[in-house]
Each structure stands twice: as C-alpha cells, then as structure tokens.
Nanobody, 114 residues
Framework: EVQLQASGGGLVQVGGSLKLSCAASGFTVSANTMSWYRQAPGKGKEPVSTIDNNGNLAESDFVKGRFTISRDNAKNTLYLQMTNLKPEDTAVYFC????????RGPGTLVTVSS
C-alpha cells in the first residue's frame, strides 16, 4: 500500500527555518517524481517544488533561494528545507507521488508569525 506522511510543521517567526519530512512506504521515493504542495487558508493548492527520479528539480518562483527539496534514499524520505520564512508561507504543506500510481499524504501545518 502506498502511503505518505508529512511531518515537521509548526509555528515559526518571520525569517526562521523549518525542515519538513515526508516518510514514504509501499514504493521507492528515488524511483519516482515527488513534489511538495501547499494550501493556504481560503486558497487553492499550489506547487512548491518537485524532484524527479533523475534528481532534476523544479521550483516555484516564490521559493527560489529559500526552499530546497531533497530526498534520503536510505530512509525513503522526501524533505523540504525552508529558510527565511515569510507570513505568506503559512499553509498546510503536503507531499505527493506524481508518477505511476499517484498519491497524496496528509499535510503538516506551517504557521509563520510576524
């Protein structure tokens, strides 16, 4: 069974950092295209960052230079390192498996206070 579980969210002040994790089971993270999305209160979901099986990255303009997507093959886990956080980064962040049998896990809430 394909499962994804995001964690690592919390309350952080403007300019702070957080590292989100997405633990995967039932498939191999490194063999798939994986993404982080976010959904702010009252808004639709938006893509944050994507990594494919070759390690190629795609990022939304609003996170360039601030967020970094990565993966740990041994732990079969996807990460999102977030730095220089802004109030507009407040959202539920969730990870997705974008290739083959698609899947989405429950999100983790990130709140950036000013």
């Amino acid at each position: 069974e394909v499962q994804l579980q995001a964690s690592g969210g919390g309350l952080v002040q403007v300019g702070g950092s957080l590292k989100l994790s997405c633990a995967a089971s039932g498939f191999t993270v490194s063999a798939n295209t994986m993404s982080w999305y976010r959904q702010a209160p009252g808004k639709g979901k938006e893509p944050v960052s994507t990594i494919d099986n070759n390690g190629n990255l795609a990022e939304s303009d609003f996170v360039k230079g601030r967020f970094t997507i990565s993966r740990d093959n041994a732990k079969n886990t996807l990460y999102l390192q977030m730095t220089n956080l802004k109030p507009e980064d407040t959202a539920v962040y969730f990870c997705t498996k974008d290739s083959g049998l698609k899947a989405r896990g429950p999100g983790t809430l990130v709140t950036v206070s000013s």
